[in-house]
Every structure is written in structure tokens, then in C-alpha cells.
């Protein structure tokens, strides 16, 4: 991170990296101001209380740049080519990581011990892209009860296909999903190009 980004800057961004890789209990405050080259005072000068606040907003940067990344990726394309181009973000992060860095909103979730407010705040995110997900659907000719089932089984299916391909250090959890997720959608896309 360059020094030329402001210190809460550099704290959110070493935050979201930090909880990817080692998950919140994994994440100290020490890591953080070394990982973010910040002083510690940074940490308390604007989070006041401490990493559960830093915890809380990084979740919420982190799920406000997923949620973008699902809006423009593959903005010429249908649903499919939407799904397509958010599973190959993802299996390019899990390999240029080499399978040690996850999703920042999932390692949110697991977090109530330690940020009693990361869950509900990573359910937040979670929400917003399924209505998104849902709401691409929709446009798209989907019936709207069947586009927020679609959308609920889309994020749950690939987060979950994203922790197995940590497990397995290997992308073919995260590929098969892909594969049934595009096999569920198509009857319901009869007009769309593939």
C-alpha cells in the first residue's frame, strides 16, 4: 500500500486483505498497523473503537466493492455471462493467492464472538447481492419469485464453492458450481444468447 494513501485508507484495504487470509480472530491490531504501515494511533484516531469498528466498516467497503464488481462485470452480457465473469474473478483470486485468499464478507459472518456486529453486517451484503442478482434476473425475463430463489442459491453456491476451493486448493469446487449454477439458470433464459 503506498504511504500516499491516508492511513484509514491503508487500515480498511490491510483489513479487508488481513480478514481474507486469516479470517477476524486471525487479524490483530499489531498485523494491522505493520501489514497497513500505519501508526497505531491511526487505528484509534479514526476508529475510535478499535478493530471491532475497523472490522465493521472494512466489511462494509468490502461488500460495497463486491456488490459493484457484480453490477459491472460483463455489463454487454445476459445473467450468464454476468455468473461467468464473477466465477472467473474469483477463480483468479484463488489462484493468484494460491488458495489463501477467501471472501472478506464470509470470514465477516463467522466473526459474532469476536465483532458482534460483523454478521449482520456481512447478511447486509449479502442481501444487496441477491437483489442485485435477482434484480438481473428479473430484467432479464425471470419470473420474480423464481429470480430471488435463483439469486439466493447463486451467492450461497458460489461463497460456499469459494471456502471448498480454499479446503481443497483447488478451483474444481468453484467450476463445477459454475457449471450448475449455468445448467439452472438456462430454462429459465430461454431468449438469451449463450
Request: hydrophobic fraction near 50%; aromatic fraction near 4%.
Amino acid at each position: 500500500m503506498r504511504s500516499s494513501t491516508p492511513p484509514r485508507d491503508r487500515l480498511i484495504a490491510g483489513t479487508i486483505d488481513l480478514v481474507r487470509r486469516r479470517g477476524v480472530a486471525g487479524t490483530g491490531i499489531t498485523e494491522l498497523v505493520t501489514y497497513s504501515n500505519t501508526a497505531r494511533r491511526s487505528i484509534y484516531q479514526n476508529f475510535p473503537r478499535g478493530k471491532q469498528q475497523l472490522i465493521e466498516e472494512s466489511t462494509r467497503v468490502a461488500g460495497q466493492a463486491m456488490t459493484a464488481i457484480i453490477a459491472a462485470t460483463a455489463p454487454a452480457g445476459g445473467p450468464s455471462a454476468r455468473l461467468a465473469a464473477f466465477v472467473r474473478m474469483w477463480r483468479k483470486t484463488l489462484i493468484a493467492s494460491d488458495f489463501t485468499a477467501g471472501c472478506p464478507i464470509v470470514a465477516a459472518a463467522l466473526a459474532g464472538a469476536d465483532v458482534p456486529a460483523a454478521p449482520g453486517i456481512a447478511a447486509e451484503s449479502f442481501a444487496e447481492w441477491e437483489t442485485l442478482i435477482a434484480e438481473l434476473l428479473s430484467d432479464a425475463g425471470v419470473d420474480r419469485a423464481a429470480a430471488e430463489t435463483l439469486a439466493t442459491v447463486t451467492v450461497a453456491a458460489v461463497e460456499g464453492a469459494v471456502v471448498m476451493s480454499i479446503a481443497a486448493r483447488s478451483v474444481s469446487p468453484l467450476d463445477r458450481v459454475a457449471a450448475h449454477l449455468d445448467a439452472l439458470l438456462a430454462p429459465h433464459l430461454p431468449g438469451e444468447a449463450r
